[in-house]
């Protein structure tokens, strides 16, 4: 036994050493120096407030993330004696992912769009509560978005965000696009579908995809989709009926009161009109008019919301449109016919024919 | 009235009546209670007689002006001989609210039926914004109201008004005008239809205007009271409504701009535009051509008052 432990030591021994001689040396002993504590499973820190802080991190936390070959010291860099004095401080992404780093880190210009951004702005202002990068992208487990696993993949995007947004969250994920992102179809938008990823601003900020006038534009980068929306039997008419009506007219000229597809859809709890919660079933319309209509009565659900006039199924409306299209068609071509023969008589008469 | 120190008799016989009339009712009063009515009297009657001849000579005055420009009008455009009045100044009144309010109307309704158009963001943005823009489409909605209103009344109690709404009315004569005149225009036939007070192209105007008021303002009305109209029909009423606004002002549009631009402005014998909108006259070469039974009848009437008074 004693001799095996012996060999097995030497083996290590010479192993380390050779790495150590062939390898960057600091790197793999910094790993097994911080291990020395962090590899402790127990190893948590009790904090004023009474949560407990889990610090245990070994060589396998970074496994199969994007980072799994970097070391503890290449983020936490200002860590520099063992143990330390100071608690170390955040990880700040940005020491590697810039333009032309030499790390050869990813780095494009969506990046910095956090840092104008709602949570970008809030960290600028001293808000300790706001997301850095590792709140979203996770810490030690950072994974490309195309991973599955990945706390910002589309499926688990949701979730990340909801740790903050709980009830915002707790909407979505009873809301039709909550509920079929959940059963599997990838093209139901998740939040970062409508808020954007890195440029998420606030609702009233003009820059934001869901600013009122541009909730219908955010809406119909899906919902004026023939090829996303007839896979599931929406129409798509409802983006161009809504531009057409005087809600999307007077949005479309920037007005802000009018109502935009969130208004009466709902934001983060749209349902289907079958559904009895739905802001549009009939039976809610009356209420849902009422917000900017006051004394809306079950007569605003009479009829068709969303209607073409140019379609036969519109009835009494289509019939009406083709009326006044024949009436001014014929008119006007009476009208203009007559302005043609008389321009035509008057110059016979100046040229003096009679 | 130190001033005429040689009244003239006028003045002088204006003084005696002054003083036979309180004479007459300060008889039983004591003389210098009667001095004073008198003196209060004269004053008064004076000063009236002055206000008249005022009013006489700035009246005398103005119709001065118009002599002269008239006579102006004739060494320089001898040709187109004496003026007539051809709308009043009661219609042409009329005509300036309907079309202010209609031009309204159009620049702050069409940006709503195309929103997408170049122009239509710069119309709204004229007012500040689709809301502003909203709130003067409703301003016109009033002028245009105020204007159907008035013009029916002018319709009913006005003689003007009555005698053009029945010279108005269609008859089988416009059809025939309607024949010959292309007939006319396609060199058919040498002779011109001869038109009455309103051709028929005027009448065609009048009731076009007729039938977009109603259905603007009818269909209007629905649309600014959607929520009284709500109480009572379903909504594809209102849809209805929508509809017709929007059509309706298209044709209406369409018709003002194309056809009665040409036929009153921009047509060879009149181009760039006629001002009879604002001045009402015509002129008698034109009233010749155009309305030649319209002049015949006022010759005629001419003939017979003449004919009637008899020379002194």
């Not at chain 1, 802080?53 to 970074?62: E, K, P």
């Not at chain 1, 509560?129 to 991973?147: F, N, T, V």
């Not at chain 1, 009422?290 to 140019?310: I, L």
Request: with cysteine; proline share 5%.
């Amino acid at each position: 036994m004693r001799g095996k432990f012996f060999a097995a030591g030497i083996f290590i021994a010479f192993g380390v050493a050779a790495q150590g001689f062939w390898s960057s040396a600091d790197a793999r002993i910094s790993l097994e120096k911080c291990t020395l504590c962090h590899g402790k499973p127990e190893f948590r820190k009790i904090l004023v407030d009474g949560k407990i802080r889990d610090l245990f991190a070994t060589g396998d936390s970074l496994k199969g993330s994007v980072h799994e070959k970097k070391t503890c010291v290449d983020c936490h860099f200002d860590v520099s004696e063992i143990p330390h004095r100071q608690r170390p401080k955040r990880v700040v992404c940005t020491h590697c992912h810039y333009k032309g780093n030499a790390e050869g880190a990813p780095q494009s210009d969506s990046y910095l769009e956090y840092f104008g951004s709602v949570h970008g702005t809030a960290i600028a202002k001293g808000n300790t509560k706001a997301p850095l990068c590792q709140d979203c992208h996770g810490d030690h487990s950072i994974r490309k978005a195309k991973d599955e696993v990945s706390a910002v993949s589309p499926r688990n995007v949701a979730e990340t965000c909801g740790r903050c947004h709980i009830e915002i969250y707790a909407q979505y994920k009873t809301s039709i696009h909550g509920v079929a992102l959940s059963k599997g179809i990838m093209d139901a938008p998740s939040c970062t579908g409508c808020h954007g990823e890195h440029k998420i601003y606030g609702h009233l900020d003009p820059k934001s995809s869901v600013y009122a006038t541009h909730v219908a534009e955010q809406c119909s980068t899906c919902h004026a989709s023939v090829t996303i929306m007839s896979k599931f039997g929406i129409e798509t008419e409802q983006v161009a009926t809504y531009k057409n009506s005087f809600h999307g007219v007077a949005s479309g000229f920037g007005s802000r009161t009018v109502a935009n597809c969130a208004s009466c859809h709902g934001i983060h709890d749209i349902r289907p009109p079958e559904d009895p919660l739905s802001m549009v079933n009939p039976k809610n319309v009356p209420a849902t008019c009422g917000k900017c209509h006051p004394g809306a009565n079950p007569n605003f659900a009479v009829g068709k919301m969303h209607v073409d006039a140019h379609k036969k199924e519109s009835g009494i409306i289509y019939y009406t449109a083709q009326f006044f299209k024949y009436l001014t068609i014929g008119t006007m071509l009476a009208l203009i016919a007559h302005i043609f023969l008389d321009m035509y008589g008057r110059t016979r008469r100046l040229r003096g024919e009679q | 009235m130190p001033r005429n120190e040689k009244k003239d008799p006028k003045q002088e016989s204006l003084e005696r009546d002054i003083e036979a009339a309180v004479a007459e009712e300060t008889g039983g009063l004591e003389p210098s209670e009667a001095e004073k009515i008198r003196e209060k009297v004269r004053a008064r009657v004076l000063e009236e007689v002055e206000r008249e001849r005022r009013i006489r000579t700035a009246a005398e005055r103005r119709a001065e002006e118009r002599r002269r420009r008239e006579e102006r009008r004739r060494e320089r455009h001898p040709e187109e001989g004496e003026m007539f009045e051809r709308f009043n100044r009661n219609f042409r009144f009329q005509h300036i609210v309907m079309f202010t309010s209609v031009i309204l109307l159009v620049i702050t309704g069409m940006p709503i039926k195309f929103p997408d158009f170049v122009l239509s963001h710069y119309l709204v943005a004229l007012w500040g914004g689709i809301h502003n823009s909203t709130i003067v489409h409703r301003i016109g909605a009033g002028m245009l109201i105020y204007f159907m209103v008035h013009h029916l009344f002018y319709t009913v109690l006005s003689r003007r008004g009555r005698r053009d709404f029945v010279l108005l009315i269609p008859t089988p004569k416009d059809a025939r005008d309607l024949m010959q005149n292309i007939r006319h225009l396609l060199g058919k036939t040498p002779e011109k239809p001869r038109f009455g007070r309103f051709s028929y192209l005027e009448k065609f105007d009048y009731w076009a205007v007729y039938w977009g008021c109603v259905i603007m303002i009818g269909s209007g009305l629905f649309l600014w009271f959607e929520m009284i109209v709500l109480k009572y029909f379903p909504k594809y009423v209102l849809d209805v409504a929508h509809e017709m606004h929007s059509d309706e002002a298209m044709l209406a549009t369409l018709a003002i701009v194309i056809w009665h631009f040409y036929n009153v402005h921009f047509n060879p014998d009149r181009f760039p535009g006629t001002l009879m909108w604002w001045h009402g006259q015509i002129s008698e070469h034109e009233i010749k051509d155009e309305h030649p039974l319209e002049y015949e009848e006022i010759m005629a009437r001419r003939a017979k008052q003449t004919a009637e008074v008899p020379h002194p």
